[in-house]
């Protein structure tokens, strides 16, 4: 089974630059995640969706974050204008249905300078 | 409060001791405990789920769940230098997921 993908893998912009994240899920798991990873803390949910809907985005920057899955598969997550603290490890995550475990991807690591 | 509270260690070992890793949370409509290991510049890769309180062995790992306590740990037996890394404990409720911070483990050859 393959897993979850995600590109690229590291991301280096300026601030007030804009970045986007891509994100293919295990086969079949309807849902996904994206979440933010800073150095040292564990993963902080960004955005969940169900098939193509989102089911939360409460912790989501709306004002500068935003992510979409169309189809109900990939998923991109986009940053505008980018900030000194949206350094981190973003993460997308997938799981088979509402209790089953995540199943995350390697990441991508932005730095914005 | 956080909902789950992890020592971030970190946690230094020689070669083939027990390690022991703990967590504790506050809410009790937690139903579902993993715990997760990762490496280095790696996303969080998954070591156990468990439901219920008790034990459950997986070759030289074993997840422990006290819901009474609330209180989960993993146990790694026979530790080696490839079980350097950060675990991650995880419980979910409502189809959320709340993460520990972390504990990073060094085992030392």
């Known amino acids: 089974e393959a897993g979850v993908a995600q590109s690229p893998r590291y991301k280096i912009i300026e601030k007030r630059q804009s970045v986007a994240f891509w994100c293919n899920p295990i086969s079949g798991h309807a849902t996904l995640y994206w979440y933010q990873q800073i150095l040292g803390q564990g993963p902080k949910l960004l955005i969940q969706f169900q098939n193509n809907g989102v089911v939360d985005d409460s912790q989501l920057p709306k004002d500068r974050f935003s992510a979409e899955r169309l189809k109900g598969v990939d998923s991109t997550l986009k940053i505008q204008p980018a900030k000194l603290e949206d350094s981190a490890v973003y993460l997308c995550?997938?799981?088979?249905?509402?209790?089953?475990?995540?199943?995350f991807g390697n990441g991508t690591r932005l730095t914005v300078t | 409060q956080k909902e789950v509270e992890q020592d971030p260690g970190p946690l230094s070992v020689p070669e083939g001791a027990i390690v022991s890793l703990n967590c504790t949370y506050s809410n009790s409509a937690f139903q579902y405990f993993m715990w997760y290991r990762q490496y280095s510049r790696k996303g969080p890769e998954l070591l156990m789920y468990t439901y219920s309180s008790g034990n459950k062995e997986d070759g030289r790992f074993t997840a422990q769940v006290d819901k009474s306590s609330k209180y989960i740990s993993l146990f790694i037996r026979d530790s080696q230098p490839s079980d350097s890394a950060t675990y991650l404990c995880?419980?979910?409720?409502?189809?959320?997921?709340?993460f520990g911070t972390g504990t990073s483990l060094t085992v030392i050859p």
């Open positions: 995550a997938s799981s088979s249905n509402l209790h089953s475990p995540l199943h």
């Open positions: 995880a419980m979910t409720s409502r189809n959320q997921f709340y």
